[in-house]
């Protein structure tokens, strides 16, 4: 990711931040739907968790270039994940349900870059806290 696309990543985060808490809840309620194994994952009530799992977005957001700041704090939370059970599987349907509520919420904002640039942040994400886990399946590939 260029920084061209890294200051537009941000600029997106910018303008759904004051929606993030509500971005989350609406996340965990089209899981509950959706994939209501993966929402049984997750505590009954978010209400905590959903502001604190959008302000994790917002560090990664704001560190996408430094990222091995993060490794050890996410590799703590793949580890909490994976003991919750999670696999590579259910990232990913939690990534195209946070894709899915973004482009959501960013109405006309949203295009075909941001969708990239979100898409590569949350696979980065994944890589990380997997790795946490001990899982080797993806790596990240925002850093270099
Ligand atoms: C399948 C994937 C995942 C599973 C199963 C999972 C599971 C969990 C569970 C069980 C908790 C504890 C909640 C509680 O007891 O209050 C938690 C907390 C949390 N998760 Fe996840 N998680 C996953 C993915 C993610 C992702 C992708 C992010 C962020 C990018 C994330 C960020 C957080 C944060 C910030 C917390 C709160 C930690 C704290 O209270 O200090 N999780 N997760």
Same mark, same amino acid.
Request: proline share 3%; aromatic share 6%; with cysteine.
């Given at each position: 990711?260029?920084?061209?696309?890294?200051?537009? $990543?941000?600029?997106?985060?910018?303008?759904?931040? *004051?929606?993030?808490?509500? $971005? !989350?809840?609406? @996340?965990?309620?089209?899981?509950?739907?959706?994939?209501?194994?993966?929402?049984?994952?997750?505590?009954?009530?978010?209400?905590? $968790?959903?502001?604190?799992?959008?302000?994790?977005?917002?560090?990664?957001?704001?560190? @996408?270039?430094?990222?091995?700041?993060?490794? &050890? *704090?996410?590799?703590?939370?793949? &580890?909490? =994940?994976?003991?919750?059970?999670?696999?590579?599987?259910?990232?990913? !349907? !939690?990534?195209?349900?946070?894709?899915?509520?973004?482009?959501? !919420?960013?109405?006309?904002?949203?295009?075909?870059?941001?969708?990239?640039?979100?898409?590569?942040? $949350?696979? =980065? @994400?994944?890589?990380?806290?997997? =790795?946490?886990?001990?899982?080797?399946?993806?790596? *990240?590939?925002?850093?270099?």
């Amino acid at each position: 990711m260029n920084r061209a696309q890294a200051e537009y $990543l941000r600029a997106s985060f910018r303008s759904i931040k *004051p929606c993030g808490a509500a $971005l !989350i809840a609406r @996340v965990f309620r089209s899981l509950a739907d959706h994939h209501p194994g993966v929402r049984a994952m997750f505590p009954d009530d978010t209400s905590e $968790l959903n502001q604190k799992l959008f302000d994790t977005l917002g560090q990664v957001v704001r560190h @996408v270039h430094s990222f091995q700041k993060l490794q &050890e *704090p996410l590799a703590v939370l793949g &580890e909490q =994940a994976a003991r919750a059970g999670a696999n590579i599987g259910h990232y990913r !349907i !939690i990534k195209h349900e946070l894709l899915d509520a973004i482009e959501l !919420i960013s109405g006309e904002e949203w295009n075909d870059d941001l969708a990239w640039a979100w898409s590569e942040m $949350l696979d =980065a @994400v994944t890589g990380v806290m997997m =790795a946490g886990a001990g899982a080797k399946e993806t790596t *990240p590939r925002l850093a270099a």
